[in-house]
């Protein structure tokens, strides 16, 4: 094996072990947040909260940059997540 | 501080603690994507390459089952990382 193919093989084990803990830290996070959308369910409140996902934001940010990370890419990130948890207390409000 | 309350924050402590394994994990995801772009430049190689991407988007499916998270939530969750990786291979190739 070339010293390429040996170093390229190494990288993409570790891409796969923090893809595993990107997968599993999702879907921890989505437990919580279903948790969230029934409590406000229960209290007759909207799911989205602009001032809690201001606060998201600014934060992530923040950490984006300690973590060597592109800020917009991480805002960018969140919106992903938060559009993917409004799809699924979609799903079950309806389910 | 209402029962309600209570629980919506403890929730929210949880989501900016996971958040923060997010964002630190995709830091290091993004060096070794970094660094396999470094190499395969060396190699003269392509950036993306297919069966890798197959790949990584069956073995995803796969765990987002086991991480009870959707599969195709995992699929596009993958490929916006993706289509990040090869818009930073494009700026430090021409930085």
Known sequence: MSDFQRKLIEHRRSIDRLDTILIYTLGERFKHTENIGKLKAE??????????????????????????LDS?????????????????HKKWQTG
């Open 72 to 88: 917009e890419f991480a805002e960018r990130l969140l919106k992903f997540i938060i559009s993917e948890v409004i799809e699924n």
């Open 43 to 68: 209290a007759n409140l909207q799911v989205s909260d602009h001032g809690r996902e201001q606060f998201q934001i600014e934060r992530l940010r923040k950490l984006a940059i300690d973590a060597n």
